[in-house]
């Protein structure tokens, strides 16, 4: 099985996302702000991953965590969701200090 823990947070247009952000997280869509950067705070994607994985661990169960999003093949996409895996990779460490891992894979939408 797999999850799709979040879907869709890298924004593709100038002003749905702040430029200084590497993972192009997005702060508005369709001009409406973004609940979870709002509440949460800008780490809301590492942290529902965490989240997503202390439970899966906790379950016991054998489920693989996957960001996913659609346009990936532009290059700027694609490197703001580089930028993103990595920051959600080095988000937790485990107690001896080393990386945690949080997700298995990313998803890449088509139709």
Known sequence: YDWDVVNEA?????????????????????GERNCFLEY???????????????TQEKLGV????????YNLFFSAKRKAACALVK????YAKDEDGNPRSLIDGVGFQSH
């Open 10 to 30: 890298i924004g593709d247009n100038g002003g749905e996302y702040n430029v200084t952000d590497m993972r192009r997280l997005r702060t508005k869509r369709n």
């Open 62 to 69: 054998d489920i693989k965590l996957f960001y996913n999003d």
């Open 87 to 90: 920051s959600i990779q080095s």
């Open 40 to 54: 949460v705070g800008d780490d809301y994607v590492e942290y529902a991953f965490l989240c997503a994985r202390n």
